[in-house]
């Protein structure tokens, strides 16, 4: 609980220190401030044999994962793969496709946060 509720004050604060597009979780650059559209699309032509589409969605997922780590002295991203990760960002976006992918990390890292 109480590495949760540590990691929940590092995404805040993180919230409050970037700025782009703003979102239900607050403000994101790059590709953080990308509608979940867009990442589904750029999934769906990975799939459909364009190997880098989502990679720079994911790049960024990984540095803000890193940031928030670094933020909480907790490690967000520990126990789980890239594939896994992806795919969960993935069913989340088609679920939400008018939030930003800043959302989608938030909420991923949450849910981490609290297991």
Excluded: I
């Amino acid at each position: 609980m109480k590495a949760g509720m540590a990691a929940a004050a590092a995404m805040a604060l993180v919230a409050t220190l970037t700025a782009g597009h703003a979102s239900a979780n607050g403000m994101a650059y790059g590709y953080g401030a990308q509608g979940c559209g867009k990442f589904v699309e750029a999934t769906d032509q990975k799939k459909a044999g364009d190997p880098y589409s989502s990679d720079l969605f994911m790049s960024w997922m990984a540095g803000f994962a890193s940031y928030s780590s670094g933020l909480s002295g907790s490690e967000t991203l520990k126990g789980t793969d890239a594939t896994s990760v992806q795919l969960w960002l993935e069913n989340y976006c088609r679920a939400h496709p008018l939030e930003m992918f800043f959302s989608a990390v938030t909420h991923l890292l949450q849910e981490l946060a609290e297991k």
